[in-house]
């Protein structure tokens, strides 16, 4: 039990182009989803917080206007990375939690941006 | 200000050379310490939580335990398999964001055979 998935898990855009990463929590319903992004050998950092019907709260730093999060059910959250750069370029894992309050994480979405 | 420290950053050993992870935490109202691996382009994977000082618990060839200020992964005759980078997480019951986790930089286990 307690599997997250992610899709796609891997995109390529062009700079100035929007894309749109799903997590799904599979086997639960999930009260919160997180969203992190990760640099090569790097540890995870937390982007934004978000709970089924309310907005998403976003890490000191974070643009909320840039990474767009939507939470519109208790098993889908969506990340829109809105016009893209290539320093957006990184892992993106997403994350799920249930009444348990642990995380189960997502296989994670390579993005390139070029 | 909240932190978690791993050490080593990294760590060699030889198949069947036991040895221990360390995560310290300077964290006001801890709620739970939880340890992930993580394999190349993969997303961390559940190891154990732990949540009170005293408490251990036992998955294959690791074991996690937890005191006041720190905890330790010990890893028993690892095996080549047993590579991978290992992180550990902080969840604590304050702040505004609700199960957030901060995380270590993580320790990079090699284990050559």
């Known amino acids: 039990g307690a599997v997250v998935s992610q899709h796609p898990s891997w995109v390529i855009c062009k700079s100035g182009t929007s894309v749109k990463i799903e997590c799904r929590s599979l086997?639960?319903?999930?009260?919160?989803m997180f969203w992190y992004r990760q640099f090569p050998k790097q540890s995870l950092m937390l982007m934004a917080t978000?709970?089924?019907?309310?907005?998403?709260?976003?890490e000191q730093g974070v643009e909320k206007d840039k990474f767009l999060i939507n939470h519109a059910s208790l098993t889908l959250s969506t990340l829109t990375v809105t016009s893209a750069h290539p320093e957006d370029s990184s892992f993106y894992i997403c994350?799920?939690?249930?009444?348990?309050?642990?995380?189960?994480f997502g296989p994670g979405t390579r993005l390139t941006v070029t | 200000e909240d932190q978690v420290t791993q050490s080593p950053e990294a760590l060699r050993l030889q198949e069947g050379e036991s040895s221990s992870l360390n995560c310290s935490y300077t964290?006001?109202?801890?709620?739970?310490l939880f340890w992930y691996r993580q394999d190349p382009g993969k997303g961390p994977e559940f190891l154990f939580t732990?949540?009170?000082a005293g408490e251990e618990k036992e998955k294959e060839r690791l074991k996690a335990t937890l005191t006041k200020k720190e905890s330790f992964l010990h890893i028993t005759a690892p095996k080549p398999e047993d590579s991978a980078t290992y992180l550990c997480a902080v969840q604590y019951t304050g702040g505004t964001s609700y199960g957030k986790l901060t995380f270590g930089q993580g320790t990079i286990l090699t284990v050559h055979p």
């Open positions: 994350s799920a939690t249930g009444h348990d309050y642990e995380q189960y």
């Open positions: 732990l949540y009170s």
């Open positions: 086997d639960f319903q999930a009260t919160t």
């Open positions: 978000s709970n089924e019907g309310s907005k998403a709260t976003y």
């Open positions: 964290v006001s109202g801890l709620r739970g």
